[in-house]
């Protein structure tokens, strides 16, 4: 049993408590997402006491030595003083310069940041709405290309911030995101070395992020992109992507629809996982992206793994839903 004051008022933190957990149960309004250590919107700072190193997994080194912690991870155990990120530090605003529809439940959201913003493609930026909600989307866009940031959300039934971004946010309007997270993205000093990139849904964002990133950057390698979707009205960059091989060698894409028949020769009918490895049995010495549906993303690390290729070189993230 520990102790944390939060704004002045004291709170109880039992064993299998985390902080979050208790704050939440006390309907403290604190931004949170996946609970599960992956998103940083439920990011605290320690004001008095050390948090433990467990909820510190994955900051910045810089976030560390400042007390920053995860409270969805946090077990403290010692007393602490919490307070949240000053909002100007951990914040950065930004305008709506253009939604466009991609497919029946896809938009392109692009953002026009305050203040230059430092980025990979593929990590992902937390965007934040009213009420302490919070919610991560990919990184599209290529820093040395595309002057503003390009997110693409899917409408989830029901989904608070999905539905708010499809139906009220417009050009113009004025947003708060957080610094990008997350270390899926393109590292340059092997050019050589093949790429492949599988992903489901909206997972194709940071994918195609990562994909034109590296070669923007020089890559040599062949860059095999697959991309699944249920239906064939999912496919929603066929066409840019169909450019994209056209225009760079070493490039390839392949769609895969799993639900519905194809009539078409060169879209693949069946799961992508499924697909993508069975075009590519042997992954010693491939460099592997794997983004969008969690039960995809957790099967195919293990089968990419299980194939040969090295856990270093295995970048994933799964898009898990809010808890
Ligand atoms: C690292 C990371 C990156 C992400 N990048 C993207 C991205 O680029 N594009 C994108 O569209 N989304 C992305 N997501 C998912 C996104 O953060 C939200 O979870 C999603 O938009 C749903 O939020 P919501 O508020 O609309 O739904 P909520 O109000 O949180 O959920 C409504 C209901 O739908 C369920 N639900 C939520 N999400 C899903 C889901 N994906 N599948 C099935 N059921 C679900 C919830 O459990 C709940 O029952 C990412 C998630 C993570 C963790
Ligand atoms: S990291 Fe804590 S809610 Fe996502």
Redo the contacts with the bound molecule.
């Keep these: 049993m520990s102790k944390f004051t939060f704004n002045n008022i004291s709170y109880t933190c039992s064993e299998n408590e985390t902080v979050l957990d208790v704050l939440l149960a006390h309907e403290v309004a604190v931004p949170s997402?996946?609970r599960s250590g992956?998103?940083q919107t439920c990011m605290m700072q320690a004001v008095k006491g050390t948090p433990p190193g467990a909820a510190q997994k994955g900051l910045k080194d810089t976030l560390k030595a400042q007390n920053y912690f995860l409270a969805c991870c946090c077990h403290p155990d010692e007393d602490l003083e919490l307070a949240l990120p000053d909002t100007q530090t951990a914040r950065v605003r930004a305008t709506v310069s253009n939604i466009e529809k991609l497919s029946s439940d896809?938009v392109g959201v692009s953002l026009q940041c305050e203040q230059p913003l430092d980025y990979k493609s593929g990590q992902?930026i937390n965007l934040f709405g009213e009420n302490s909600?919070a919610?991560?989307?990919?990184l599209?866009s290529v820093p040395a290309k595309d002057q503003h940031l390009t997110?693409?959300?899917?409408?989830?039934?029901?989904?608070?911030?999905?539905?708010?971004?499809h139906h009220e946010l417009s050009s113009g309007d004025s947003v708060e995101i957080s610094l990008p997270?997350?270390d899926c993205f393109y590292t340059p000093g092997n050019a050589a070395q093949p790429l492949l990139l599988i992903g489901t849904?909206?997972?194709l964002?940071?994918l195609y992020g990562i994909a034109r990133d590296a070669i923007a950057q020089g890559h040599t390698g062949p860059i095999r992109l697959y991309h699944g979707s249920t239906n064939v009205d999912g496919l929603y960059l066929d066409k840019t992507l169909r450019q994209l091989t056209r225009q760079h060698e070493n490039f390839s894409y392949m769609p895969c629809v799993s639900d519905e028949p194809v009539e078409q020769q060169d879209i693949a009918s069946g799961h992508v996982l499924d697909v993508a490895l069975q075009e590519h049995a042997k992954l010693a010495g491939w460099r592997v992206f794997l983004?969008g549906?969690?039960n995809m993303v957790k099967a195919a690390k293990k089968k990419t793994f299980l194939m040969g290729a090295a856990m270093k070189d295995i970048h994933a993230?799964?898009?898990?839903?809010?808890?």
């Excluded at 919610?135 to 990919?138: A, C």
């Excluded at 997110?151 to 971004?165: A, C, E, F, N, T």
Aim: net charge positive; charged share 15%; aromatic share 10%.
């Design positions: 997402s996946c992956l998103c896809i992902f909600l919610r991560s989307y990919s599209a997110l693409h959300v899917r409408k989830v039934p029901d989904g608070r911030m999905s539905s708010w971004i997270v997350g849904g909206s997972g964002a940071p983004c549906n969690p993230d799964a898009f898990l839903p809010s808890a």
